[in-house]
């Protein structure tokens, strides 16, 4: 299993949300947007959302080490969950960014192998999985 830090790139490993904001909010965004402070809303919002998330960094780090969350990105083999599966172990997934169950890893499997599913971000599986582990995933 590997770990890997996140560092987002625009486009790349992205999620769409849906936020609703007051018409008052609104425009004073689109004014900053046309005053050149901002290239568009998103570019707006998105720097809104990381200067939030800078101010409570600290509290992000020791939430992460109090509740044992991998941090970035887990992506687990069809290979891993075997070999997990031969230990006569399960699993117990706790991300915070990204985690991602191979293609090739099937429903019985997954179910066979992993006990519990609490992502902070996003999943990443075939229908099939997540359908199989949906009473799994927190």
């Known amino acids: 299993m590997s770990v890997h830090e996140l560092k987002p790139k625009p486009g790349d490993n992205t999620e769409k949300i849906t936020i609703n904001l007051g018409v008052v909010d609104l425009g004073q965004i689109d004014l900053l947007v046309q005053e050149g402070f901002y290239s568009n809303r998103t570019d707006l919002i998105r720097t809104a959302i990381r200067n939030q998330l800078a101010t409570h960094a600290d509290v992000v780090k020791q939430t992460v080490a109090r509740k044992t969350f991998v941090l970035g990105l887990q992506h687990y ?40 599913v609490v992502v902070l971000g996003a999943l990443h599986a075939s229908p099939a999985v997540k359908a199989a582990l949906a009473d799994r995933i927190r």
Do not use: F, H, K, N
């Open 77 to 116: 083999t069809r290979q891993d969950l075997e070999a997990v599966q031969e230990a006569g172990q399960t699993l117990q997934i706790q991300v915070l960014g990204l985690a991602s169950i191979a293609d090739d890893v099937s429903p019985e499997l997954a179910r066979a192998t992993i006990a519990s």
